[in-house]
């Protein structure tokens, strides 16, 4: 059974990175047919689609976030991590690490990790 | 604003059929399949519905999908108090070249 979980910091202060890490077990993210991504939910909010990498390297994010989101994948532990830089309150949020069920665009997530609370706050 | 429009919550009685709409538009629903989570407050989202109208594995086949034109509607029959959740809809969208979900619908069974 495919599980993910999410791990990094509680708290991050304003104007610094964002650090989060997915541990993937019961599968490798060397697969070439999945992808893997971070969505966010702000407390009491919906849901945000972050962005999506390949192991190969391959990544798309979200256009209104690219500029500051670095994701990478880790092989040797099978694990795939989220950078976000610059942060401010509006990034607090629980961020979610998930599979895609295929490459395509409009792929559903799913597998998700039960997610990660980040608040930004000094 | 949410991309996809949901409406902010529905309710019904235990038994009964409820149904959700996600609206959207022809660069996102119009164009690509629909996918439905259901998220019990305090845990992580759960695929229910994929590619408009598929279940994973697992799923009952109390819930179901349906997509026309530019919205898409998630039914759920039977309904129990384990239903009560939030629900999403989520597509990609080829003009902002994301992934977007709709507001969210909390579903309350009376």
């Known amino acids: 059974q495919l599980q993910l979980q999410e791990s990094g910091p509680g708290q991050v202060k304003p104007s610094e990175t964002l650090s989060l890490t997915c541990t993937v077990s019961?599968?490798?993210?060397?697969?070439?047919?999945?992808?893997w991504g971070w969505i966010r939910q702000p407390p009491g909010r919906g849901l945000e689609w972050i962005g999506k990498?390949?192991?190969?390297?391959?990544?798309f994010y979200n256009p209104p976030l690219k500029s500051r989101v670095t994701m990478s994948v880790d092989t040797s532990t099978n694990q795939f991590s989220l950078s976000l830089s610059s942060v401010t309150a509006a990034d607090t949020a629980v961020y979610y690490c998930?599979?895609?069920?295929?490459?395509?665009?409009?792929?559903?997530?799913?597998?998700w990790g039960q997610g990660a609370l980040v608040t930004v706050s000094s | 604003q949410s991309v996809l429009t949901q409406p902010p919550s529905v309710s019904a009685a235990p038994g009964q059929r409820v149904t959700i709409s996600c609206s959207g538009s022809?660069?996102?629903?119009?164009?690509?399949?629909v996918s439905w989570y259901q998220q019990v407050p305090g845990t992580a989202p759960k695929l229910l519905i994929y590619?408009?109208?598929k279940r994973p594995s697992g799923i009952p086949d109390r819930f179901s999908g349906s997509k026309s034109g530019t919205s898409a509607t998630l039914g759920i029959t039977g309904l129990q108090t384990g239903d009560e959740a939030d629900y999403y809809c989520?597509?990609?969208?080829?003009?902002?070249?994301?992934?977007?979900f709709g507001g969210g619908t909390k579903l309350t069974v009376l």
């Open positions: 998930a599979r895609l069920l295929r490459t395509d665009g409009d792929s559903p997530f799913d597998y």
């Open positions: 019961g599968d490798s993210i060397s697969s070439s047919y999945y992808y």
């Open positions: 990498l390949l192991y190969g390297g391959s990544t």
């Open positions: 022809i660069s996102n629903i119009g164009s690509n399949y």
């Open positions: 590619d408009n109208n």
């Open positions: 989520g597509t990609w969208d080829i003009s902002l070249r994301t992934v977007v």
